[in-house]
């Protein structure tokens, strides 16, 4: 048990050093609004385009990000309390839960620093989608996928059949 608890904190930290280390580089050397093209060819796709986001995913309830920076922290808790209950050989739930909780924590430190949580991956598929989010975003929803992924493997394996009763 206390392999799986070093092993969660591990992918939390990762999480975070990634996700803050590179916001800090975005940060440091991107105004707002500041597009760079690390791969011209793909730039149609893919940018690099410094924005900062208030609310929630897509921009959404701008309003109320103090509201989700509590809902990132109370999910965390909440995941934390629960992690003692993953069965051991749900070891991808446990990696999918690190990730969560890393990229969580990764927005929440965001909101707290700079009052808003700092995107800058710009994808785009031209005339149907433009994202712009950050190395935490992506954690948090492969965590996600993780997590169901395992869950729905698990609902389609048979169950055990129950012992015969004893005479």
């Given at each position: 048990?206390?392999?799986?608890?070093?092993?969660?904190?591990?992918?939390v930290a990762l999480v975070l050093l990634a996700d803050q280390v590179?916001?800090?580089?975005?940060?440091?050397?991107?105004?707002?609004g500041q597009v760079v093209q690390p791969i011209p060819s793909l730039?149609?796709?893919?940018?690099?385009?410094?924005?900062?986001?208030?609310?929630?995913?897509?921009?959404?309830?701008?309003?109320?990000?103090?509201?989700?920076?509590?809902?990132?922290?109370?999910?965390?808790?909440?995941?934390?309390?629960?992690?003692?209950?993953?069965?051991?050989?749900?070891?991808?739930?446990?990696?999918?839960?690190?990730?969560?909780?890393?990229?969580?924590?990764?927005?929440?430190?965001?909101?707290?620093?700079?009052?808003?949580?700092?995107?800058?991956?710009?994808?785009?598929?031209?005339?149907?989608?433009?994202?712009?989010?950050?190395?935490?975003?992506?954690?948090?929803?492969?965590?996600?996928?993780?997590?169901?992924?395992?869950?729905?493997?698990?609902?389609?394996?048979?169950?055990?059949?129950?012992?015969?009763?004893?005479?």
């Amino acid at each position: 048990m206390r392999r799986r608890w070093i092993q969660l904190f591990i992918i939390v930290a990762l999480v975070l050093l990634a996700d803050q280390v590179s916001k800090n580089w975005i940060v440091t050397n991107l105004t707002i609004g500041q597009v760079v093209q690390p791969i011209p060819s793909l730039s149609a796709f893919f940018q690099i385009a410094r924005s900062q986001n208030v609310g929630a995913a897509f921009g959404f309830l701008p309003q109320a990000g103090d509201l989700f920076l509590l809902i990132g922290i109370g999910v965390v808790v909440g995941l934390l309390l629960f992690y003692h209950r993953i069965p051991a050989d749900a070891r991808w739930t446990r990696i999918g839960m690190g990730l969560v909780c890393g990229g969580a924590l990764g927005n929440a430190i965001d909101r707290l620093t700079y009052g808003h949580v700092v995107d800058f991956i710009n994808y785009q598929i031209p005339g149907v989608i433009s994202n712009v989010s950050n190395l935490a975003d992506h954690a948090i929803v492969i965590g996600v996928i993780l997590i169901f992924i395992e869950s729905w493997r698990a609902e389609d394996e048979p169950a055990a059949p129950e012992p015969p009763p004893s005479a």
